[in-house]
C-alpha cells in the first residue's frame, strides 16, 4: 500500500476527481478526512469508504469562508492525529470573458481556486512539521500551463496556483515538504459540465465539447479516477524526491 498509514485530508471530496481520491486514497491504506460543501455527497463517499474496509471521516465546510478553512484543518488532525498528506482540490469554474465583468464572480473564482488552498496549506503546515515532514498537493489544470480562450480569470487563477506551489516548495523543501500540482485537461466530471454550461446553450455546450476532445491527442476525455493516480503518486512516498513539479493529466493536450 502506497499510503500505508498515512493521514490525508482533501477537499472538494464529494464527487468527480476529489471522490476518486477519497476512495483511492483509502485502498492505499491512508486514513482520509474528506470535506466538501455538499454534506449528503459527502456522507456517501465517507460512507462508502467504511463500507469497504477503510479509514474515513467527513466535514462539511465552505472554503470560500476563510475561518472554514483553518477550521477544517484543526477539526482533520484532531480527528485523525495529525497529517501527513493535504490535497487542495476545491475549484470553481468561471466567466468566460471580462467585458462586463462580475466581479463578484471573479472574487468566487480567485477565492476558491487559489485563496482556499493557500489558507489550508497554512494551517497545514505545523502539522505536517510534526510529522517530520509531509506533502501538499494542489488541483491546478492545464488552464495554469497554456492560454486557454474560454475563461481569462479561470486561467488567471490556475497560473497562480501553480507559481505559488512553486514558492512553497521552496520555502519548506528544508522542512521535509513537497509541493506539487496535477493538472488535469479535459476530465469527465460534474464540474466540467459546469464549465461547459456558462453562458452557453446546449448546442454550442455541445459543440465546444467536440472541439475540447479533438484538442486531445488520446481523442477522449480523461475520468476522475486517472487524475485520482496521478495526485496519489505525488503525495506517496515514490514521489519522494519530487516537488514544485506541475503534472499534466491531459491525454497530451499540452504537448500537441
Known amino acids: 500500500m502506497r499510503l500505508f498509514n498515512k493521514l490525508a485530508l482533501i477537499t472538494a471530496a464529494a464527487s468527480g476527481m476529489g471522490r476518486a481520491g477519497c476512495e483511492l486514497f483509502a485502498r492505499e491504506g491512508a486514513t482520509v478526512f474528506a470535506t466538501d460543501i455538499d454534506g449528503a ?40 492525529g495529525g497529517l501527513d ?21 471573479y472574487a ?9 488552498g ?10 505536517l512539521r510534526r510529522r517530520g515532514g509531509g506533502s501538499v498537493v494542489f488541483t491546478a489544470s492545464i488552464a495554469g500551463l497554456v492560454g486557454l480562450a474560454t475563461s481569462p480569470v479561470y486561467n488567471a487563477a490556475k497560473s497562480a496556483v501553480i507559481g505559488m506551489a512553486k514558492s512553497l516548495s521552496l ?5 521535509r515538504i513537497r509541493v506539487n500540482t496535477v493538472c488535469p485537461g479535459p476530465i469527465d466530471t460534474p ?7 456558462t453562458g452557453l ?14 484538442a486531445v491527442p488520446m481523442r477522449r476525455m480523461g475520468q476522475p479516477i486517472e487524475v ?18 506541475a503534472l499534466p493529466v491531459d491525454g497530451g493536450y499540452t504537448v500537441a
Not at 496519489?232 to 513539479?245: E, K, P, Q, R
Request: glycine share 6%; aromatic share 4%.
Open 41 to 80: 455527497r459527502l456522507d456517501q463517499v465517507v460512507s462508502a469508504i467504511v463500507a469497504a474496509g477503510g479509514k474515513a471521516h467527513g466535514a462539511v465546510a465552505d472554503l470560500l469562508d476563510p475561518s472554514a478553512c483553518a477550521r477544517v484543518v484543526e477539526e482533520a488532525a484532531r480527528v485523525m
Open 85 to 105: 498528506i493535504v490535497w487542495n482540490h476545491a475549484g470553481t469554474p468561471s466567466m468566460r470573458g471580462i467585458e462586463g465583468m462580475d466581479l463578484d464572480d
Open 108 to 116: 468566487r473564482c480567485m477565492d476558491l481556486n487559489l485563496r482556499a
Open 118 to 127: 493557500m489558507l489550508v496549506t497554512a494551517a497545514a503546515l505545523p502539522h
Open 171 to 175: 520555502r519548506y523543501a528544508r522542512d
Open 191 to 197: 464540474m466540467y459540465q459546469e464549465f461547459l454550461g
Open 201 to 214: 446553450d446546449a448546442a454550442a455546450r455541445a459543440q465546444l465539447q467536440e472541439r475540447s476532445i479533438a
Open 228 to 245: 485520482a493516480h496521478a495526485a496519489l503518486w505525488l503525495a506517496s512516498d515514490d514521489a519522494s524526491y519530487v516537488t514544485g513539479a
